[in-house]
């Protein structure tokens, strides 16, 4: 069993950078893939990022690629999200979540954070 807290949100401007973290007990972290998805009010939860437990295959979602990059540090147990060049339109609560494979389905993945606020003021 994994557990995740995440760290890292807050408040910037549009075009400023962010670095998310999860941090996770346990220690099977190196067995799972991990995720990143955000939610934002009275929408669905979405995907943004993903990687592989060795963290040599990773995946994103269209609306984040190019400015987003998640990585991980399995002697650390953490899950990174470097977020640069926000929008407003990235202002959501994101979650980091742990699953078996890679994927951008919420289903796929069997724990999650609490999440962390993340504010981008235009």
């Known amino acids: 069993q994994v557990q995740l807290e995440e760290s890292g949100g807050g408040l910037v401007q549009a075009g400023g950078s962010l670095r998310l973290s999860c941090a996770a007990s346990g220690r099977t972290f190196s067995m799972y893939a991990m995720g990143w998805f955000r939610q934002a009010p009275g929408k669905e939860r979405e995907f943004v990022a993903a990687i592989t437990w060795s963290g040599l295959m990773s995946n994103y979602a269209d609306s984040v690629k190019g400015r987003f990059t998640c990585s991980r540090d399995n002697a650390k147990n953490t899950f990174y999200l470097q977020m640069n060049m926000l929008k407003p339109e990235d202002t959501a609560v994101y979650y980091c979540?742990?699953?078996?494979?890679?994927?951008?389905?919420?289903?796929?993945?069997?724990?999650w954070g609490q999440g962390t606020q993340v504010t981008v003021s235009s």
């Open positions: 979540a742990a699953g078996s494979k890679l994927g951008s389905a919420p289903g796929g993945y069997d724990y």
